[in-house]
């Protein structure tokens, strides 16, 4: 099955400054690859994605990159506020009916004011 | 949007006990809907795809007889916890998906479950 790597674990930033979290996966035949912000306590949210025939993706502060060559994608947040902190998690998953995700091991971010 | 609705949110129950989790898409139908396990501080473990009106499928190593899901009607799916045990305390999370494509995936608002 897939398996999804997730780095780093922690991160702590100063606000206003960049926030970037890297995940590889292993299947090649991932093709769908969303990124998850779960405040303590909630249910994951959806913040942005990216489908494998796009190599970047840009939602206002927040924008993902993916390289399938070498099978890793990347989650870049610019201009932090203490709002972004949150445990960020990554996800990779394959087809369009019915897929599952698996997800990375997560990342907790930290934006200090 | 979609909404997917997940009872109770917490729930404390005595070792050997069982409990039923629900999961229920509200305004809309989900023929497929996954069930999450979450340890703190750790990342969403599948357990399981739940399939309406056919069994579900199981991740490696999850124990199908010991965590049942039904998926009885496109709105609903449940996760039964049988037999629980201290170990099966976990914060458990189902997600659904409206219509087709890759979008829409939806969570639950999760269900602790503390088994003393």
């Known amino acids: 099955g897939e398996n999804v790597e997730q780095h780093p674990s922690t991160l702590s930033v100063q606000e206003g400054d960049s926030a970037v979290i890297k995940c590889t996966y292993s299947?090649?035949?991932?093709?769908?690859f969303p990124w998850y912000k779960q405040e303590l306590g909630k249910r994951p949210q959806l913040i942005i994605d990216?489908?494998?025939?796009?190599g970047e993706k840009k939602d206002q502060r927040i924008a993902v990159t993916l390289n399938k060559t070498a099978k890793h994608f990347s989650l870049h947040i610019t201009e932090t506020q203490p709002e972004d902190s949150a445990v960020y998690f990554c996800?990779?998953?394959?087809?369009?009916?019915?897929?599952?995700?698996?997800f990375g091991t997560g990342t907790s971010l930290t934006v200090i004011p | 949007g979609a909404v997917v609705s997940q009872h109770p949110s917490r729930v404390i129950c005595k070792s050997g006990t069982s409990v039923k989790i629900e999961c229920r898409s509200l305004?809309?139908?989900?023929?497929?809907m996954f069930w999450y396990r979450q340890f703190p501080k750790q990342s969403l473990m599948l357990m399981a795809t739940?399939?309406?009106?056919?069994?579900?499928?199981?991740e490696q190593g999850v124990e199908k007889d010991k965590f049942l899901i039904n998926h009885a009607s496109l709105t609903l799916s449940t996760l039964t916890v049988t037999s629980a045990h201290p170990e099966d305390s976990s914060f458990y999370i189902c997600?659904?998906?409206?219509?087709?494509?890759?979008?829409?995936?939806?969570f639950g608002s999760g269900t602790r479950l503390t088994v003393v």
């Open positions: 997600s659904a998906r409206e219509g087709g494509g890759y979008y829409g995936y939806t």
């Open positions: 299947d090649s035949a991932s093709n769908y």
């Open positions: 990216i489908r494998s025939n796009v």
């Open positions: 996800a990779a998953s394959i087809g369009i009916t019915g897929n599952q995700f698996y």
């Open positions: 305004d809309f139908q989900a023929t497929t």
């Open positions: 739940s399939n309406e009106g056919s069994k579900a499928t199981y």
